[in-house]
């Protein structure tokens, strides 16, 4: 039998890449994170991470490991929300960045409604900027974005990724042109990394496509108009990474979390432990940097 509590920090150490962040998230230290891998490691008698003083990558043997983990908790948290006692209820107003509208967050939304049928759950997908400022505001309690920017650590890291150039296939992109854009409007976050990227490098730009919906961005892609900046796990389909021969600036690494109100509901508090113990389903990668 595996120890639930061993399982959900060897699922936050997959998700962060990081037995630091792992620490910090789970409200650990960092040696007892170490101390519940290495239980796991003998219990299943398998290597579930690697590691040296620079980076931690899941092993094969981790990787079949997630699946069965989430499998495990998702029992477990059943079974102690159906005798915890009374129903969670009230209105739970969250708010999610359109990274993740194509990725599995609505079946994790799915299962909390399945399981607190009494909470009513407003869902608004806007751009990381304008939930920062929408939470701010008081106008939800509950937001997965983007953090603004380094040095931003406001709230719980969900998701680390890197962002990357995409466009259509073959876009070519002439080196005495300005580079054709397809953005969306302030305050996105994505917007305001490619034009600091750009200027940092002394690259001319001009604005090909503004859209405030993420499907009209990868539309306006896929016609050939113009490339944009994405986050590399999440990059919709159609579209590809721009080769590095075009010559365009790196974007950098970018980090997603769970913001809240500073005395959050149960409610709220219910929601980010499904999307946390679930955070490795919101994308296909997990990249550090």
Do not use: N
Not at 177 to 202: H, K, N, S, Y
Request: glycine letters at 10%.
């Amino acid at each position: 039998m595996y120890d639930p509590v061993q399982l959900r920090t060897f699922l936050t150490v997959a998700q962060t890449l990081s037995f630091t962040q792992a620490a910090r998230r789970l409200g650990l230290r960092q040696s007892t994170v170490s101390q519940h891998v290495r239980r796991l490691e003998d219990a299943t008698g398998r290597q579930l991470f690697s590691r040296d003083t620079h980076s931690v990558r899941v092993t094969e043997d981790g990787e079949a490991l997630l699946g069965f983990a989430r499998t495990i908790l998702q029992a477990h948290e059943r079974a102690a929300a159906f005798f915890a006692g009374p129903r969670l209820r009230g209105r739970l107003r969250f708010g999610a960045s359109e990274d993740f509208v194509l990725t599995r967050l609505p079946e994790i939304l799915e299962a909390f409604r399945h399981e607190h049928p009494e909470v009513d759950l407003e869902l608004s997908v806007e751009l990381s900027g304008t939930l920062h400022e929408r939470l701010d505001a008081g106008r939800l309690d509950l937001v997965l974005a983007k953090r603004r920017g380094p040095g931003d650590e406001r709230g719980r890291l969900v998701w680390r990724d890197r962002m990357v150039w995409i466009g259509a296939e073959g876009v070519h992109l002439d080196p005495d042109r300005p580079v054709p854009l397809i953005v969306f409007p302030p305050p996105g976050i994505t917007r305001a990394r490619a034009l600091e990227a750009l200027e940092r490098e002394g690259r001319s730009w001009r604005i090909a496509c503004t859209s405030g919906s993420l499907s009209g961005l990868v539309a306006a892609a896929r016609a050939g108009l113009g490339v944009m900046a994405h986050t590399r796990g999440l990059i919709p389909p159609g579209l590809v990474r721009v080769p590095d021969r075009a010559g365009l600036p790196e974007l950098g690494g970018v980090e997603f979390a769970l913001l809240g109100t500073p005395d959050p509901a149960p409610a709220a508090e219910a929601l980010a432990a499904a999307i946390l113990s679930s955070a490795d389903r919101l994308g296909p990668g997990r990249v550090t940097g």
